[in-house]
């Protein structure tokens, strides 16, 4: 496709079950993000990838999330043991060859996730 | 550490101009982006700057000052359409740090 691509559009799961979230770049792009989006908040870097390799993961919040891109392409964000506090938009955004200081960043739609 | 300001909401009227503030304090910086977010919606690109001066796209400007760590985006003949959250974001190296977003309403 065109654009950053996102699935599932929105996930309801119940506290305590694993859910993965699944972003497919824009062809090309080298350097991915994943950042996390509660209302009325600006998002909140979790991880960046160079190519297939977490150059980033500082921002993960604990041991219960984990991410890979074991291609260089697509990635996968994966959330163990759920809670309720992990409710939130999950934005995966690409940029550029060379990363973002060459521009910008193109987001996807976001995967809407609520813990119940 | 790490810190960026904006407000969190703005009014303003259809027709009329409106700036959005932003402050930062960054441990680096490469440059200074304004994103426009829709409700329910992925934000977008509107503008960059890494050099202090004034960018101007359109009916959209943006201005930086990095002696000041102070940026502001300038919207002119606002219409209804520009009702959304605007995210001012710095990137470091490599990883972009984004404000909460100025909420910005405009009325007919």
């Known amino acids: 496709g065109a654009g950053v691509s996102q699935t599932p559009s929105n996930k309801v799961t119940e506290k305590g079950k694993y859910v993965e979230l699944r972003c497919d770049p824009i062809?090309?792009?080298?350097?991915l993000y994943w950042y996390r989006q509660s209302l009325g908040q600006g998002p909140e870097f979790l991880i960046y990838f160079q190519g297939t390799g977490a150059a980033d993961d500082s921002g993960l919040p604990n041991d219960r999330f984990f991410a890979v891109r074991p291609e260089g392409s697509v990635s996968t964000l994966k959330i163990q043991r759920t809670e309720r506090g992990d409710s939130a938009v999950y934005l995966c955004?690409?940029?550029?060859?060379?990363?973002?200081?060459?521009?910008?960043?193109?987001f996807g739609e976001g995967s809407r996730l609520t813990v119940l | 550490g790490q810190n960026i300001d904006q407000p969190t909401e703005m009014t303003a009227t259809e027709g009329a101009i409106v700036q959005i503030n932003c402050t930062y304090q960054?441990?680096?910086?490469?440059?200074l982006f304004w994103y426009q977010q829709h409700a329910g919606e992925a934000p977008t690109f509107l503008s960059y700057n890494v050099l202090d001066g004034l960018e101007e796209k359109g009916r959209f400007s943006s201005f930086l000052s990095r002696s000041k760590g102070y940026s502001y985006l300038l919207l002119k003949e606002l219409q209804m359409k520009d009702s959304a959250s605007y995210l001012c974001?710095?990137?470091?190296?490599?990883?972009?740090?984004f404000g909460t977003g100025t909420r910005l309403k405009v009325l007919a």
């Open positions: 062809s090309g792009h080298t350097a």
């Open positions: 960054t441990s680096g910086f490469n440059g």
């Open positions: 955004a690409s940029s550029w060859p060379g990363g973002p200081n060459t521009g910008e960043l193109f």
């Open positions: 974001a710095v990137i470091g190296t490599y990883k972009y740090i």
